[in-house]
Structures are given as structure tokens and as C-alpha cells.
């Protein structure tokens, strides 16, 4: 996707990268804002007293271990999801704006696309058991930036061999990113499995 959207290739097809990255950050961020008020919202469902007891919080320990043990036993190949991407053919067919907000909006969701990593599903269980639309919401909002970053690395790539450069410097930080996230399994495991040991 961050060959498909870049002031290259915005410029190429007359948009500016500038409005195009700005309708994707946007378009992020507001999906996955709607997917954290409605799991909070359902989570509220359920007594405060329910989502904090012990087989709750054993069972969310569980889900979390085996996502980082999918993690890294797959790489990222064997996690459940849809194996479909954003349509690229809306790049040129669209204004770029367009491109942007739908290229976002559908990532922001994170479940339409691709999921390389468990800890999108972490997400949708801690956006749950937050049994607060706000708070799901919050950490929604954080997930949809934090899904549009990448995006923001391809600004200054003018030419096509800043482009390279970009893609080659991405590459090298696929394998710290991936360790990133599966700490932040493991760490989230052992901090529920205390709050449910404490509680």
C-alpha cells in the first residue's frame, strides 16, 4: 500500500500526497473509533463484576498466549483472518482523497484486510473488556494511528530511488517491529494474570 500512496505517485496522477495521506489518517482513525465504541458498547453488556473475575481475566490470559505462540510459530502466515487486501484499482480511478479515505477506513477496521499479527485480536478483546464505549473508543483511536504511521515515512520519497530507500528501511524494521508485538502479548498476559491473581 505505501507504493500505491506517495507524493511519487500521487504527483504522477495529479493529487496531492499531502490531502490523499490526511483522508487515509482520517479514514483510519474514524474506523476503528466505530469498532472500539461498539465492542465497549457491548461489553457494557456485562457486568463490571464479570469482565474482572478470575475466569474472565484466565481466559483472556489464555487467548493472549496462544495468539503470541501463533505469532511466532507462523510469522504472521497462520493467523485467522480474510485473505484480502485493499482494491488497488481504485488508485487513478478515484481522486486521491477517495483513495485515501477508502484505502484508510478499510484498514482502520482491521478485520477486512490481512491480519499478520494476534495482536489486532487483542485489540477487539481489550476494546471488550473496557465495557466502556469511550474507552473502547480511545484505544480504537490509538490503533487507527498507529495503523496510518507507516504511511507518513513515504513523504519525502520524491523519486523512485528514495522510494527504495524507504522500502528498504521499512524491511529493516519488520523484525523488530514483529518482537514489539509479541512482547506486548506476553507483557499483557502477565499483567492480567496479576490483576487476576490480585483481584
Same mark, same amino acid.
Given at each position: 500500500?505505501?507504493?500505491?500512496?506517495?507524493?511519487?505517485?500521487?504527483?504522477?496522477?495529479?493529487?496531492?500526497?499531502?490531502?490523499?495521506?490526511? +483522508?487515509?489518517?482520517?479514514?483510519?482513525?474514524l474506523?476503528?473509533?466505530l469498532?472500539?465504541?461498539?465492542l465497549?458498547?457491548?461489553?457494557?453488556?456485562?457486568g !463490571? /463484576?464479570?469482565r474482572?473475575?478470575?475466569?474472565?481475566?484466565?481466559?483472556?490470559?489464555?487467548?493472549l498466549?496462544i495468539?503470541?505462540?501463533? /505469532?511466532?510459530?507462523?510469522?504472521? /502466515?497462520?493467523?485467522?483472518?480474510?485473505r484480502r487486501?485493499? !482494491?488497488?484499482?481504485?488508485?487513478?480511478?478515484?481522486?486521491?482523497w477517495?483513495?485515501?479515505?477508502?484505502?484508510g477506513?478499510?484498514?482502520?477496521?482491521?478485520?477486512?484486510?490481512?491480519?499478520?499479527?494476534?495482536?489486532?485480536?487483542?485489540?477487539?478483546?481489550?476494546?471488550?473488556?473496557?465495557?466502556r464505549?469511550? +474507552?473502547? +473508543?480511545?484505544i480504537?483511536?490509538?490503533f487507527?494511528?498507529?495503523?496510518?504511521v507507516?504511511?507518513?515515512?513515504?513523504?519525502?520519497?520524491?523519486?523512485p530511488?528514495?522510494?527504495?530507500?524507504v522500502?528498504?528501511?521499512? !524491511?529493516?524494521?519488520?523484525?523488530?517491529? /514483529?518482537m514489539?508485538a509479541?512482547?506486548?502479548l506476553?507483557?499483557?498476559a502477565v499483567?492480567?494474570?496479576?490483576?487476576?491473581?490480585?483481584?
Open positions: 500500500m505505501l507504493s500505491s500512496i506517495s507524493p511519487l505517485g500521487e504527483r504522477s496522477r495529479g493529487s496531492s500526497f499531502t490531502r490523499t495521506a490526511l +483522508a487515509y489518517v482520517v479514514g483510519s482513525a474506523a476503528a473509533v469498532v472500539g465504541v461498539v465497549g458498547g457491548l461489553g457494557s453488556l456485562v !463490571d /463484576d464479570v474482572a473475575s478470575t475466569p474472565v481475566l484466565a481466559a483472556l490470559a489464555l487467548l498466549v495468539g503470541l505462540v501463533l /505469532d511466532i510459530r507462523s510469522g504472521g /502466515d497462520g493467523v485467522p483472518s480474510w487486501q485493499v !482494491d488497488r484499482e481504485w488508485i487513478g480511478r478515484y481522486r486521491g477517495v483513495t485515501g479515505l477508502g484505502f477506513l478499510q484498514l482502520g477496521l482491521g478485520f477486512v484486510t490481512i491480519i499478520t499479527s494476534t495482536t489486532t485480536y487483542a485489540v477487539y478483546l481489550a476494546e471488550l473488556l473496557t465495557g464505549w469511550w +474507552a473502547g +473508543a480511545l480504537g483511536l490509538v487507527g494511528l498507529v495503523r496510518a507507516p504511511l507518513a515515512l513515504v513523504r519525502r520519497a520524491e523519486t530511488q528514495r522510494l527504495h530507500e522500502f528498504a528501511g521499512l !524491511d529493516s524494521w519488520a523484525a523488530p517491529a /514483529d514489539v509479541r512482547a506486548s506476553g507483557i499483557s499483567v492480567v494474570i496479576v490483576v487476576g491473581a490480585l483481584g
